[in-house]
């Protein structure tokens, strides 16, 4: 069936330091991929997203790495700081015959220590 | 602000009845999503719209439905309400059905009790 995962459901990491967040997906025919930060009482926040063509990407302060081979996604935050505390998915982009949607993992809690 | 208008955003009901809840998508989007999520959960697919046409279905039940009115406006019906209906609803929209990224809307807080 169709699923992303996540491996760790909380991550704590010291401000100032980097945060490795991943997600496993089981589709190997979803061909876009995105991460979406969600503040407590807000709807999931655009990070940045990759398409399968790329293996990586980056933006400010965010790389997003993909491995086809292993199914395998990983949001990378340089510096985190406390603004970076929230629940982090991924979330594949599959379709066919004309028809798309995005499918989400359970997502990952980080939580950036002062 | 993403841009993408849910309303209510708190909505309060009993067990057993309908509620009727409504996103207006950002200017120039034709697709919209709905979402599903309870409590400390993921967010689960229920339905898309795209140009006013059903185009995929997630795990959404029979007694939920939706539609795409022709200013692009949606709405998502619940009926017969049940306890574990309560969650965030969040409706979603973006340019094109897929392949581009997909902007979501604060949500509505559905509790029934």
């Known amino acids: 069936g169709e699923s992303v995962g996540l491996h760790l459901p909380t991550l704590s990491v010291q401000e100032g330091d980097n945060s490795i967040i991943n997600c496993a997906y089981s589709?190997?025919?979803?061909?876009?991929f995105i991460w979406y930060k969600q503040e407590s009482g807000k709807g999931p926040q655009f990070i940045i997203d990759i398409r399968s063509n790329m293996d990586k990407r980056q933006g400010q302060r965010v790389t997003v790495l993909l491995n086809k081979t292993v199914k395998h996604l990983s949001l990378q935050i340089a510096a985190t700081q406390p603004g970076d505390s929230a629940v982090y998915f991924c979330a594949e982009n599959s379709g066919t015959s004309g028809t798309y949607k995005y499918i989400f993992g359970t997502g990952t809690r980080l939580k950036v220590l002062a | 602000d993403s841009g993408v208008t849910q309303t209510p955003k708190h909505l309060i009901t009993a067990t057993g009845q309908r509620v009727t809840l409504r996103c207006s998508p950002r200017s120039g989007d034709l697709s919209v999503y709905w979402y599903q999520q309870s409590l400390d959960q993921g967010l689960q697919f229920l339905i898309q719209y795209y140009n006013g046409e059903e185009r995929a279905k997630g795990n959404i039940l029979e007694r939920f439905s939706a539609q795409q009115f022709p200013d692009l406006h949606s709405e998502l019906n619940l009926s017969s309400l049940e306890l574990g209906d309560s969650a965030l609803y969040f409706c979603?929209?973006?340019?094109?059905?897929?392949?581009?990224?997909?902007?979501f809307g604060q949500g509505t807080r559905l509790t029934v009790v």
């Open positions: 589709n190997s025919a979803s061909d876009y």
């Open positions: 979603a929209s973006s340019v094109r059905q897929g392949g581009t990224e997909a902007f």
